[in-house]
């Protein structure tokens, strides 16, 4: 499978971006899907995960009530609307697909074994 994530940018503090990741190469609707994020110097950390149906979420703390993470398994795509955003938030963010028939944790990057090549988002003060 192949993941291409796009939408990145630079905004202001207080802007939104919208994050796309489309998927091609097996059924998107087998995967269960996830945003994480790389800023220099940072190891690469959890965003936020959706699960095979989109009917259960998972947002790390930093993100939560923000960001919203979504699917369109007719589209073959996943979103990140990101909202309200801080410095903090600059990064490269990577969108992932995971195929495991029993996830026990969403959040760490060993779950997923598919990955886009990021997306940078730069967000100014």
């Known amino acids: 499978v192949q993941l291409q994530a796009s939408g990145g940018g630079l905004v202001q503090a207080g802007g939104s971006l919208r994050l796309s990741c489309a998927v091609s190469g097996r059924t998107f609707s087998r995967y269960y899907m996830g945003w994480f994020r790389q800023a220099p110097g940072k190891e690469r950390e959890f965003v936020a995960a959706i699960s095979r149906s989109g009917f259960t979420t998972y947002y790390a703390d930093s993100v939560k009530g923000r960001f919203t993470i979504s699917r369109d398994n007719a589209k073959n795509t996943e979103y990140l609307q990101m909202n309200s955003l801080k410095s903090e938030d600059t990064a490269v963010y990577y969108c992932?697909?995971?195929?495991?028939?029993?996830?026990?944790?969403?959040?760490?990057?060993?779950?997923?074994?598919?990955w886009g090549q990021g997306t940078q988002v730069t967000v100014s003060s």
């Open positions: 992932a697909a995971g195929g495991d028939t029993y996830v026990s944790d969403y959040t760490i990057r060993a779950s997923y074994t598919n």
